[in-house]
């Protein structure tokens, strides 16, 4: 019985909707190496030349940068909202591609500005650094989202009907065990309700963590249990608190991202809207490489 359980259990987890076991970006440490190289690039600018947004170079930085940051908006919002570019590949590639030109193309502009922020061109960087910022905290919210193996967005069904699948294991394990056992197991199972939707989403690892800890402790009182009984109701009941806190998430995660998008959006439409005013300007006063 108990072989039984343990390997259909991880048939289950081979198959779960985990965020742990989907395919992991890797959009971050890319972004973070064009924004090494750039560096490396300002570096012997600024030895050649002195770094300034007039500067037919440093015009181009701004140029390439603006033209990432244009794309950063229009890419991935036209492969989420329309089915024409269904051929271009999922629409996860394309978020993670969202990501790196949204952080290389202001990195771009920030050195075409040769760090001088004056005027319009000041208020375009610091509505840049509120966007930038913002897109952040909405990568940090997409992870919150519990996905399946392949990436795609899991659903409540889903996970309640994973929950329910292993709760039947941990009740058929726990049936023939001493009292003690059966209590430890229904202390174990308790959880916290009401919790604030940003306290779940911000805090995940740390309650995840204290979970594991008192698992441990609890699990060394079970004098009951031999090794490989403790390791696999360690597993189940693990497996059940990480798909009960996936259920929580995911409800948290939409309700803060939708107030992120009321914020997000309008941030990023001005920001727009200065730069376009700054080429306009650039443009008609015949500055940088439209001398």
Do not use: C
């Amino acid at each position: 019985m108990q072989k039984r359980l343990t390997n259909s259990f991880v048939r289950r987890e081979d198959f779960a909707s985990s965020g742990e076991t989907a395919v992991r970006p890797y959009e971050l440490e890319l972004s973070l190496f064009f924004v090494i190289v750039l560096s490396g690039i300002y570096i012997a600018y600024d030895i050649l030349a002195t770094p300034k947004g007039g500067h037919p170079f440093g015009h181009s930085l701004g140029i390439i940068g603006t033209l990432l940051m244009v794309m950063t908006e229009t890419g991935y919002s036209l492969r989420k909202r329309t089915s024409w570019l269904n051929w271009a590949g999922p629409v996860r590639y394309w978020l993670s591609l969202h990501i790196v030109t949204g952080i290389v193309g202001p990195f771009m502009v920030l050195m075409h500005t040769g760090l001088q922020f004056r005027g319009l061109a000041g208020v375009s960087f610091i509505l840049t650094l509120i966007v930038v910022g913002s897109g952040f905290m909405g990568r940090y919210l997409y992870t919150a989202l519990p996905r399946s193996i392949s990436g795609v967005t899991t659903s409540r069904q889903a996970l309640e009907r994973e929950i329910r699948s292993v709760s039947q294991n941990i009740t058929q394990f726990e049936a023939q065990k001493p009292e003690r056992v059966q209590q430890l197991v229904a202390e174990l199972s308790q959880r916290p309700t009401g919790r604030n939707p940003l306290l779940t989403i911000l805090g995940r690892s740390y309650y995840q963590w204290r979970f594991q800890r008192r698992l441990k402790r609890e699990l060394k009182k079970m004098d009951q249990l031999v090794a490989e009984q403790k390791q696999q109701i360690s597993q189940m009941l693990t497996r059940r608190r990480d798909l009960q806190r996936q259920t929580e998430m995911l409800e948290a995660a939409r309700r803060v991202m939708r107030i992120w998008h009321i914020l997000h959006i309008p941030f990023g439409l001005t920001l727009f809207f200065s730069v376009a005013l700054h080429i306009f300007a650039t443009i008609y006063f015949r500055a940088g490489l439209f001398k």
